[in-house]
């Protein structure tokens, strides 16, 4: 999983649209969590949209502060055990 930054929206969004993945769930809600646990990064670099939460691009935006992704597993495996 790459850390939440405009990057690693890019690679969720290739692998989405190229190869049909079904990416994390992961929201808004789950980054301005991430956000509260502490540690983070500048946010550098241009842009790039959620294809699947556009509040997620814009909560990055506003807070400018990419996310480390240890931050979010305990959010991941919640989705990954998941009824689709």
């Known amino acids: 999983m790459p850390d939440v930054d405009w990057t690693g929206l890019r690679i969720l969004a290739s692998a989405q649209l190229r190869h049909g993945a ?5 929201g808004a809600a789950d ?3 991430g956000l509260e646990l502490g ?16 509040a997620l691009a814009d909560a990055m935006g506003a807070a ?3 996310v480390l992704e240890e931050r979010l597993i305990p959010a991941l495996i919640a989705d990954l055990t998941r009824t689709r």
Do not use: F, K, N
Request: charged letters at 15%; zero cysteines.
């Open 22 to 26: 079904i990416p994390w769930r992961m």
């Open 31 to 33: 980054y301005s969590s």
């Open 39 to 54: 540690e983070s990064a500048p946010l550098t670099g241009s842009p790039a949209a959620s294809l699947w939460d556009q």
């Open 64 to 66: 400018g502060r990419a």
